[in-house]
């Protein structure tokens, strides 16, 4: 969503006539998009700001803000922290950003905005540049209150953008020659607008030409509704691939999380989609070491994971958010460091081993990937996904970008696999 949303704010900055340097060090006015998630996230936005803010020193007009999460969650006390910031906005406030700006400059007053709005969707309808792929933004915040997650902090309750806006922003990606759109928000699949469902947007989302493939992130198995995993058999665009976030697997750590799930619930939900769409790889998200976690819930979590075989999943190690009913529980109930290092790295090692058995599944066939760029590293090398989101790179030529590719795999690792274009 950060990532979605700084691409919203350069495109509207850029309509207000600043321009994009290539490099941090060419800019006079740097907007800081923070995340709250982990603490060690914001103690990382906090470093890079304080570093950032001794270019003052030696420019004057250097000007730095602080935007999102960190920003709405820590507000004034930011300005106190970091006295030399002229801007802390939460990320409501994309479309105003421009207007802030301006009156900053003019008045030479730093300006902080802590109160919350309600979100402006125009601002994703800002034309961007042409990408294979699209990430496109259907709700913000959210209204789940899981034990442990700052989100409904810093971004509020669940509010949904307009069906119709969405359709828009997907029609002009497909006339640029997107082919790939990826649904984005915290629970993709409580989408609602105008007694329009989630489900109903991958209906209308099917109807336009051009768009290839629908993914979305993220889902909460709780939504999971039978009409959902029909979509998997339906609708051809439906990639066969969900990011489904578990956090446990344990139903005495999902109660206390709130998750509103069993283990039990899970199997059949997972049983389903994988009846309908056999093809179908499975990711998700874990916390370890949530307070209270004893060997035994760990050990749930392991076996579970196991059994369901995901072939590629995020561990998190719990962090205590501030104002969330888990962190009340860590004076108490917190689980060590070290406890907690290592159910991460049992759950790592649990993760390589499937994730190579699934990768290597591909190796010696032919896969249809979408050309999406360069990759980082090797002068010819171009990067792509299959059909279930895998990570293909292979020799190519630039041109290629933005088609599908039948892309030859000689390997695989736990990441990516490689390849090469060779005829049939
Ligand atoms: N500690 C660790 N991980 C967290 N997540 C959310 N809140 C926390 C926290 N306090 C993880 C969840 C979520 C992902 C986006 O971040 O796994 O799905
Ligand atoms: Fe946080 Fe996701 Fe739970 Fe919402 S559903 S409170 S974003 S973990």
Same mark, same amino acid.
């Given at each position: ?64 803000? !602080? ?20 801007? +802390? ?18 008045? =030479? ?28 933004? &259907? ?17 509020? $309750? ?17 006339? @640029? ?54 979509? *998997? ?24 999380? $709130? ?10 939900? &997972? ?5 309908? @769409? ?24 392991? @076996? ?11 561990? *998190? ?12 529980? +860590?004076?108490?109930?917190? !689980? ?7 159910? =991460? ?13 699934? =990768?290597? @599944? *591909? ?23 299959? &059909? ?37």
């Amino acid at each position: 969503m950060n990532f979605r949303d700084s691409e919203a704010l350069k495109a509207v900055l850029e309509a207000d006539g600043h321009t994009l340097v290539d490099n941090e060090s060419e800019a006079d006015l740097v907007l800081l998009n923070t995340c709250s998630v982990r603490d060690c996230a914001e103690a990382k936005a906090i470093g890079k700001a304080r570093r950032l803010l001794q270019n003052k020193r030696t420019n004057l007009r250097y000007r730095l803000g !602080i935007i999102g999460c960190m920003a709405a969650r820590r507000g004034q006390q930011l300005t106190k922290l970091l006295p030399q910031l002229d801007w +802390v906005l939460p990320p409501t406030s994309l479309n105003d950003i421009p207007h802030i700006i301006q009156e900053t400059l003019r008045t =030479n007053t730093p300006k902080v905005i802590t109160n919350f709005q309600s979100y402006n969707f125009a601002c994703y309808e800002q034309p961007l540049p042409f990408t294979p792929v699209r990430w496109i933004p &259907i709700q913000q915040g959210c209204s789940m209150g899981c034990s442990y997650c700052i989100v409904p902090h810093t971004r509020g $309750h669940q509010q949904n953008r307009p069906f119709d806006s969405i359709l828009r922003e997907i029609q002009t990606a497909a006339d @640029q020659g997107t082919r790939e759109i990826i649904l984005l928000g915290q629970i993709v699949n409580a989408y609602r607008d105008n007694g329009k469902t989630f489900v109903d947007l991958l209906h209308a989302i099917q109807a336009i030409d051009g768009i290839e493939r629908i993914r979305f992130i993220s889902p909460h198995p709780t939504f999971f509704t039978d009409q959902l995993i029909q979509c *998997f058999k339906t609708l051809p665009k439906c990639c066969p691939s969900v990011h489904l976030p578990i956090q446990s697997a344990s139903n005495r750590i999902l109660q206390h999380m $709130h998750r509103g799930y069993t283990q039990e619930t899970l199997t059949a939900l &997972i049983q389903a989609l994988r009846t309908i @769409q056999p093809q179908l790889s499975l990711s998700t998200d874990l916390i370890v070491g949530y307070p209270g976690e004893t060997d035994a819930d760990f050990e749930q979590t392991v @076996q579970f994971f196991k059994k369901i075989q995901f072939d590629m999943a995020y561990i *998190f190690k719990y962090s205590p958010r501030p104002n969330t009913p888990a962190a009340e529980l +860590v004076a108490v109930h917190g !689980i060590p460091k070290d406890v907690q290092e290592k159910r =991460n790295q049992v759950l790592l090692d649990c993760l390589s081993q499937s994730s190579l058995r699934y =990768n290597q @599944q *591909f190796v010696h066939t032919y896969q249809s990937v979408l050309v999406e760029g360069h990759a980082p590293k090797g002068a010819h090398k171009l990067f792509g996904r299959t &059909i279930v989101n895998k990570k293909v790179i292979f020799d190519g030529d630039p041109s290629l970008i933005g088609s599908f590719q039948s892309v030859w795999i000689e390997r695989a690792t736990t990441s990516v696999l490689e390849g090469c274009i060779k005829p049939v």
